[in-house]
């Protein structure tokens, strides 16, 4: 299987007016007015119809990814290839296809109990992408949307899933510990790409998976005059910031984290590393980060 990209994510939430004015102040993100109502919001950060689907529900929480593929003939042999290994998925009918804008779509879960989408065939919108702040325009053409970093203990069956059947390539696999603690054990992370040259579009941390089901999720913009910009609107509209400024080793990102109302965090940064596959070794990075990246997470 071959997955071209992580297209769209959606997210639950008691507070829809909450998410909107955190998109549209913080973020930057525009608004899908002739999509959205009163119980669905859909933000644009690019030409497709949406990247971020917020709806009503019970909840502050991430539900799922929507993964790209190729075309039909991709589509149908990655429903073959998961047949044939007892991968259960779900065949999904003309109302959810329509509203994630794809031609045809299954769902299933990944070990780790993740929701995934899988589709071919995603539209564009016809309004011209314009951000309600400074924001020239997000880094997406031919990435996908960003990067999702999960928690899971239980690490190498989920692993291994994203590898053998997703068709995922290891781009940076680290070991670190989370404590100073020298009884505890280290933790594994493994940093994966999908057929684009995004350094890693999901990652997964040996540690539990946070009550919002994502640890976070990564926008990238185009420099980091944008990225400092940004700091500012989330400090001036009184959005925690769960890291400090920094730049990380593998994939060379200049980014700082805020919290999102979901409760997980949200990257937000530049230069992300756009390595040639053929050539590229998987790296075992010492450290996330060079510089800076203080994380301060509030208690769940
Ligand atoms: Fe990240």
Same mark, same amino acid.
């Given at each position: 299987?071959?997955?071209?990209?992580?297209?769209?994510?959606?997210?639950?939430? =008691?507070?829809?007016?909450?998410?909107?004015?955190?998109?549209?102040?913080?973020?930057?993100? /525009?608004?899908?007015?002739?999509?959205?109502?009163?119980?669905?919001?859909?933000?644009? &950060?690019?030409?497709?119809?949406?990247?971020?689907?917020?709806?009503?529900?019970?909840?502050?929480?991430?539900?799922?990814?929507?993964?790209?593929? #190729?075309?039909?003939?991709?589509?149908? @042999? #990655?429903?073959?290839?998961?047949?044939?290994?007892?991968?259960?998925?779900?065949?999904?009918?003309?109302?959810?296809?329509?509203?994630?804008?794809?031609?045809?779509?299954?769902?299933? $879960?990944?070990?780790?109990? !993740?929701?995934?989408?899988?589709?071919?065939?995603?539209?564009?919108?016809?309004?011209?992408?314009?951000?309600?702040?400074?924001?020239?325009?997000?880094?997406? $053409?031919?990435?996908?949307?960003?990067?999702?970093?999960?928690?899971?203990? @239980?690490?190498? *069956? %989920?692993?291994?899933?994203?590898?053998?059947?997703?068709?995922?390539?290891?781009?940076? &696999? /680290?070991? /670190? $510990?989370?404590?100073? !603690?020298?009884?505890?054990?280290?933790?594994?992370?493994?940093?994966?790409?999908?057929?684009?040259?995004?350094?890693?579009? %999901?990652?997964?941390?040996?540690? *539990?998976?946070?009550?919002?089901?994502?640890?976070? #999720?990564?926008?990238?913009?185009?420099?980091?005059?944008?990225?400092?910009?940004?700091?500012?609107?989330? %400090?001036?509209?009184?959005?925690?910031?769960?890291?400090?400024?920094?730049?990380?080793? !593998?994939? $060379?990102?200049?980014?700082?984290?805020?919290? =999102?109302?979901?409760?997980?965090?949200?990257?937000? +940064?530049?230069?992300?590393?756009?390595?040639?596959?053929?050539?590229?070794?998987? =790296?075992?990075? *010492?450290?996330?980060?060079?510089? +800076?990246?203080?994380?301060?997470? *509030?208690?769940?």
């Amino acid at each position: 299987m071959k997955i071209e990209s992580l297209s769209y994510i959606l997210i639950e939430t =008691t507070d829809i007016q909450k998410w909107e004015s955190y998109a549209h102040d913080v973020v930057g993100l /525009m608004k899908n007015e002739k999509k959205s109502n009163e119980n669905n919001l859909f933000l644009r &950060i690019d030409e497709s119809p949406f990247r971020f689907q917020v709806q009503k529900g019970e909840t502050e929480r991430y539900v799922l990814g929507g993964f790209e593929l #190729a075309n039909k003939q991709e589509f149908d @042999d #990655a429903k073959k290839q998961l047949s044939d290994i007892g991968v259960s998925y779900e065949e999904q009918g003309d109302d959810l296809v329509n509203v994630r804008c794809v031609e045809e779509l299954i769902t299933l $879960k990944d070990p780790a109990g !993740n929701s995934l989408e899988l589709f071919y065939g995603r539209s564009s919108d016809e309004e011209e992408f314009k951000s309600p702040q400074d924001i020239s325009g997000f880094v997406t $053409k031919g990435l996908g949307l960003g990067h999702l970093v999960f928690g899971a203990l @239980d690490i190498e *069956p %989920v692993h291994d899933f994203y590898i053998e059947v997703l068709g995922f390539g290891d781009s940076d &696999i /680290m070991h /670190m $510990k989370f404590s100073p !603690n020298p009884e505890d054990p280290e933790s594994a992370l493994y940093f994966m790409h999908c057929n684009n040259p995004r350094h890693h579009t %999901v990652a997964f941390i040996q540690a *539990p998976s946070p009550p919002s089901g994502l640890v976070h #999720a990564m926008i990238e913009v185009e420099n980091s005059e944008q990225v400092v910009k940004a700091l500012d609107r989330a %400090v001036a509209n009184d959005v925690h910031i769960s890291s400090t400024l920094g730049r990380h080793m !593998n994939d $060379k990102m200049f980014s700082f984290y805020m919290q =999102t109302p979901a409760g997980f965090m949200l990257e937000f +940064g530049c230069d992300g590393l756009q390595p040639d596959w053929n050539t590229f070794k998987t =790296t075992n990075c *010492p450290a996330p980060s060079y510089w +800076g990246h203080e994380f301060n997470i *509030p208690e769940a």
